[in-house]
């Protein structure tokens, strides 16, 4: 955090008023500091210098406010902040005293100032970093916020001069602008709140002229916890992203209007679920809403929230429990986050003294796993949980034709490429401008449109404005196509950046895109691992003899993260999944179908990779069913690895119809893969029952699919259930046994069935003849209990051995060896004379009776079957090899 600090921190200086001080980077070229330090009047020249840069450089006004002390100046971008990212706005809405993060800001007071030799008259302004901590309720009266600093403090309040106009940052977003020290207190710095600046008429407008982007503000104290908003690029990702706000939002005023009322309801915490097919605005639904709370009215407090990250830097959400402000936050693909989202709510549930919290999950249906949360939710406590809003592809068209929403998408995407190309972002190479009214090539006819999501007139339009500026794109067919020719070309541009001259492959920069998009990466080893197994699916079948170079995918690695970065605390982002999900059809087409299912079996992968692949597949495949076949071969080929993954992603994040085409096909991949010579009887035959048994609970809308196919890989562990008393029967925690039948011929289950019934036979009629050999005096009838009991044994242990899995445990290895040990000693009771070519009978017996014994264990299985534990399956266990 401090670091990013430093590099945004530029020198401010005015020779002609006397005046000098500190600044921070919004943007390059771009600088916001304090009023007091610039004085830019009576046309005096204001300079500026980052602390690259060995002189200054002459800055302009672009907005200024006497009242906040604040103006932004404007230098050369390419000599002040040169490849500085746009800064991150926020604010503070927590406060919890022991958690209260780091906040610092780092300037040239006057205390640093230095001789450059100890023999020099001359002095530099050396740099400072403070830190300290903020409690957002002190300094709330006069609407600034009071910086504790930590550390040593000047010895004269005068040494702090040189510091004021510096950017206070939180988790690296920026909160404020250091102000003045407090004479009263020699340990507090008072900061300017952004909020205020944002308020100030022209302020955000001169931003996003300089910027490409709106200023809005986030929780900087939660930012370990939230998913932001990305950075400003000119590719289809970012300009098709719904938290870039591009676009307007139509037709959804009643139910954003529906939506706040609900959040200003009187319970302290309440979830709920907006559901809507992919591509009708459910995240920008969400950014509007934030919006229209976050703006605040009268004497009303704002709100704050914003996405809950998917990977959180940390999951400490008791934090949340102390707001400041109402929050409202959003879980996308809540579908896909169930375990998440019962940790959050368990934490706020068990500890909350702070304002209202409104959890909005985002999902593409709500009839399989709404339910089962509600209910879940409800045992504990957790608000009503009975609001669940729809959103349909109607509900966009809602006084709108598709015409309106057409024109006015071009309207707004060539404004905002144009404020990208202002900002740097451009592309020089187009030959024409961007304009608004670019000719109709892909929304030809668009004013007769069909009802669809309003994601494909956005797609339409701008493609037509992307066409009309390069024409290279329009030799493309389909208005995606022309989408991704311009992500094609933005991946480029960041490839040759850092790649060596000659070294970038589009086609291979492609497929590491979508294996991107596959597995994320949560870690930079999970990213090596997602490079490495794109790498090698991509090159499979041209016999490379020899391990990629490691500093070749350590360069690809830096590729993917430069151009799509992380917007929450994983290693890197992702492309946006209209574009994405086009991309990945191309590559699983161009590699014959194999792609998907030889990059779900790559050992590189992370479980969590293999899962996340598969749940984008399942999702993906929602509107492109021929994606999903690679998955099931896939699955089919490793089912111990990759079948419960499969399970979980199906029953969980798909609605009853899709998850039961899933299920099918599964089945009939599984049945296709277990006539190869090479695959285990006993496997397949598990993951067939366990198939069966997944497609009957959910043709039956039952809600203990769980229980059956394991928790999801993110969830942690549940607590250990108590012990059970020695020698009970209760199965282990979490255990589930299904009825598995062994498919065999009927000549395998004739020959083990009459051998069984011969071994039955044999045992009886031993038993028999050493009754009557033995028979002497009144009591010679209790030998003939030997003939029912050692036939009831050797049933009795072919019906626990056939019909249960009984490990290593101690009785598995005595009972067998007792019940031959026992008939062995029988059949010496005959006394019989003995062939002399014969085995001996210690020999002969034993061995006759333990194959038959064998032979009735597998004849009972057979016939009844065998209760399997399905949920925590084995290779040494479950699974016989």
Same mark, same amino acid.
């Given at each position: 955090?401090?670091q990013?600090?430093v ?12 005046s000098?001080?500190t600044g ?6 771009l600088?916001?500091t ?8 009576g046309?005096s020249?204001v300079?500026?210098?980052d602390?690259?840069?060995t002189?200054?450089?002459?800055a302009?006004v672009?907005?200024?406010s006497?009242?906040l ?9 390419t000599?002040?902040g ?8 926020g ?6 005293p022991g958690?209260? $993060? ?5 300037g040239?007071?006057?205390a ?19 830190e ?8 709330s ?6 910086l ?35 004479r009263?207190?020699d340990?507090?710095i ?6 205020h600046l ?6 955000t ?10 200023p ?9 916890l ?13 300009l ?10 139509t ?7 529906r939506i706040?009322?609900?959040?200003k ?12 097919l992919g591509g ?6 969400l950014?509007?809403?934030l919006?229209?709370l976050?703006?605040?009215t009268?004497s ?11 990977h959180p830097t940390?999951t ?12 409202l936050?959003?879980?996308d693909l ?11 709510? &368990? ?14 999950l985002?999902?593409?249906g ?6 089962a949360?509600?209910?879940h939710l409800?045992t504990r ?21 598709p015409?309106?929403i ?19 972002h451009?592309d ?10 670019? $000719?109709?090539?892909?929304?030809a ?14 797609? &339409? ?7 009309h500026a390069n024409p290279e794109f329009a030799?493309?067919?389909?208005p ?5 020719a311009?992500?094609?070309e933005?991946?480029?541009r960041?490839a ?5 001259d ?7 920069l ?6 991107q ?8 080893q999970?990213?090596?691992? &997602? ?9 499979r ?10 500093r070749?995918?350590?360069?690809l690695?830096d ?8 917007t929450?605390?994983?290693h890197?982002?992702a ?7 086009a991309?990945l059809?191309?590559?699983e ?17 992370a $479980?969590?990779q293999?899962h996340?692949?598969l749940?984008t ?9 021929g994606l999903?076949a ?16 499969a ?22 991949a599984?049945?296709?893969r277990?006539t ?6 006993d496997?397949?035959?598990w993951a067939?029952s366990?198939?069966?048994?997944a497609?009957?609970r959910?043709?039956a ?6 229980e ?7 969830q942690?562990p549940?607590p ?10 209760a199965s282990a ?20 069935g ?5 071994h039955?036979t044999?045992?009886?009629?031993v ?17 003939w209990l030997?003939v ?7 049933l009795s242990i072919?019906?626990?051995?056939g ?8 009785? &598995? ?6 019940a ?11 006394d019989?004379p ?18 038959g014994l064998?032979?009735?264990t ?14 925590? $399956?084995?290779?040494?266990?479950d699974?016989p090899?």
């Amino acid at each position: 955090m401090a670091q990013g600090a430093v590099l945004r921190t530029v020198e401010v200086s005015n020779q002609d008023k006397g005046s000098y001080g500190t600044g921070c980077l919004i943007a390059p070229g771009l600088v916001l500091t304090a009023q007091h330090v610039a004085l830019p009047t009576g046309g005096s020249v204001v300079a500026v210098r980052d602390t690259a840069s060995t002189g200054f450089t002459e800055a302009v006004v672009v907005w200024e406010s006497t009242e906040l002390d604040a103006v932004l100046l404007k230098a050369d971008r390419t000599l002040v902040g040169a490849g500085t990212g746009i800064v991150r706005w926020g604010e503070l809405v927590c406060d919890s005293p022991g958690q209260r $993060p780091v906040c610092s800001m780092t300037g040239f007071p006057k205390a640093m100032r230095r001789r450059v030799s100890t023999r020099s008259e001359q002095y530099v302004d050396d740099l400072k970093t403070v830190e300290g901590t903020i409690a957002p309720h002190t300094g709330s009266r006069s609407k600034l916020y009071g910086l504790e600093v930590d550390g040593p403090v000047p010895t004269d309040v005068k040494n702090w001069q040189g510091l004021s106009g510096a950017g206070v940052f939180c988790n690296g977003v920026l909160i404020g602008l250091a102000r003045l020290v407090d004479r009263q207190w020699d340990r507090i710095i008072m900061v300017l709140p952004l909020s205020h600046l944002l308020a100030a008429d022209g302020f955000t407008r001169a931003v996003a002229a300089h910027t490409g982007m709106s200023p809005r503000l986030q929780p900087a104290d939660l930012r370990p916890l939230m998913d932001n908003a990305p950075d400003p690029r000119l590719s289809s990702t970012y300009l098709l992203d719904p938290r870039s706000q591009v676009t307007d939002l139509t037709g959804v005023s009643e139910l954003v209007e529906r939506i706040e009322q609900w959040c200003k309801g009187s319970d302290r915490i309440d979830v709920a679920a907006v559901t809507g097919l992919g591509g009708t605005g459910k995240s920008r639904l969400l950014t509007e809403v934030l919006d229209r709370l976050t703006t605040g009215t009268g004497s009303q407090r704002p709100w704050s929230g914003g996405f809950l990250a998917d990977h959180p830097t940390h999951t400490d959400y008791q934090v949340l429990a102390t707001a400041s402000y109402p929050l409202l936050l959003a879980v996308d693909l809540a579908e896909t986050r169930l375990p998440q989202i019962r940790d959050l709510m &368990a934490v706020l549930t068990d500890s909350h003294d702070g304002a209202a919290v409104r959890v909005l999950l985002l999902a593409r249906g709500h009839d399989t796993w709404w339910p089962a949360l509600r209910r879940h939710l409800r045992t504990r406590n957790v608000g009503p949980a009975r609001h669940a809003f729809t959103l349909t592809p109607d509900d966009a068209l809602d006084g709108h034709s598709p015409e309106d929403i057409y024109v006015e998408a071009k309207v707004t995407f060539a404004r905002r490429i144009r404020l990208l190309q202002q900002a740097g972002h451009g592309d020089d190479t187009w030959p024409d401008s961007i304009v608004a009214d670019a $000719p109709r090539l892909y929304g030809a006819g668009i004013e007769h449109a069909g009802r669809q999501p309003v994601i494909f007139l956005h797609i &339409a339009a701008l493609a037509d404005v992307l066409a009309h500026a390069n024409p290279e794109f329009a030799l493309n067919d389909h208005p995606m196509e022309v989408l991704l020719a311009n992500e094609v070309e933005y991946v480029r541009r960041v490839a040759e950046a850092r790649l060596p001259d000659g070294a970038v492959d589009d086609k291979l920069l492609r497929t590491l895109v979508t294996a991107q998009f596959l597995a994320g990466a949560r870690t930079a080893q999970d990213g090596r691992a &997602a490079v490495r197994a794109g790498f090698d699916v991509h090159h499979r079948g041209y016999g490379i003899t020899a391990p990629p170079d490691a500093r070749q995918l350590a360069a690809l690695d830096d590729v993917l993260t430069a151009a799509y970065p992380a917007t929450d605390g994983s290693h890197w982002g992702a492309v946006g999944e209209p574009l994405a999900a086009a991309w990945l059809a191309e590559v699983e087409t161009d590699s014959g179908e194999e792609f998907i299912e030889a990059f779900l079996q790559h050992d590189s992968l992370a $479980p969590e990779q293999r899962h996340q692949t598969l749940s984008t597949v399942a999702r993906t495949a929602q509107d492109q069913p021929g994606l999903a076949a690679g998955a099931h071969r896939a699955v089919a080929a490793d089912p111990e690895r990759l079948l419960r993954l499969a399970l979980q992603t199906v029953t969980a994040e798909l609605d009853t119809d899709h998850a039961r085409q899933w299920l099918t096909a599964l089945q009939h991949a599984v049945a296709d893969r277990a006539t190869d010579p090479d695959a285990g009887p006993d496997t397949y035959q598990w993951a067939s029952s366990l198939i069966s048994e997944a497609q009957e609970r959910t043709a039956a809308g039952r809600d203990d699919l769980e229980e059956l196919i394991g928790a999801p890989v993110a969830q942690e562990p549940d607590p250990p259930e108590p012990s059970v008393e020695p020698g009970s029967t209760a199965s282990a925690p979490g255990s589930h046994l299904v009825l598995v039948k062994p498919q065999v011929g009927w000549l395998t289950r004739y020959v083990v069935g009459v051998l069984a019934l011969g071994h039955l036979t044999l045992v009886g009629a031993v038993a028999a003849a050493a009754a009557l050999k033995s028979v002497s005096g009144d009591d010679g009838w209790v030998l003939w209990l030997f003939v029912p009991m050692n036939v009831f044994l050797h049933l009795s242990i072919a019906s626990g051995f056939g019909g249960r899995q009984l490990g290593t445990a101690l009785f &598995a290895w005595i009972a067998p060896l007792f019940a031959i040990g026992l008939t062995t000693t029988t059949a010496f009771m005959i006394d019989r004379p003995w062939p002399a070519d014969w085995p001996p009978q210690w020999l002969l017996w034993p061995t006759l009776f333990a194959f038959g014994l064998t032979a009735l264990t597998f004849a009972w299985r057979f016939e009844f079957g065998q209760l399997q534990d399905i949920r925590r $399956p084995t290779v040494s266990e479950d699974l016989p090899e």
